[in-house]
Nanobody
């Protein structure tokens, strides 16, 4: 499958932003999906995931209470609020979990989120 993420950009600290990701290609079913991020010089970090079965959600500790993941079939959104400069990163969406909720098979190209202070 192919994943297309969108919605990144520049936002002031304290602001909000919404990312979206849609699955395309040969779609055979609904997929577990998730978001990860990688800041410059840092390892990739798990952000959030949503299950295909009942839309169970899981969040990384650093975003709990500020980010919300939701889905509509094979499209997911990540609503981010109370953003801080520490949230600056390239955000990647993922699909087809191989080990729920933090390992996935398919990855999108990434979208850059920059939070200025």
């Amino acid at each position: 499958v192919q994943l297309q993420a969108s919605g990144g950009g520049l936002v002031l600290a304290g602001g909000s932003l919404r990312l979206s990701c849609a699955v395309s290609g040969r779609i055979s079913r609904i997929y577990d999906m998730g978001w990860f991020r990688q800041a410059p010089g840092k390892e990739r970090e798990f952000v959030a995931a949503i299950s295909r079965s009942d839309s169970t959600t899981v969040y990384g500790d650093s975003v709990k209470g500020r980010f919300t993941i939701s889905r509509d079939n094979n499209r997911i959104d990540l609503r981010m609020s109370r953003l801080s400069p520490e949230d600056t990163a390239v955000y990647y969406c993922a699909a087809e979990s191989t080990r729920w909720p933090q390992e996935f098979h398919s990855w999108g190209q990434g979208t850059l989120v920059t939070v200025s202070s």
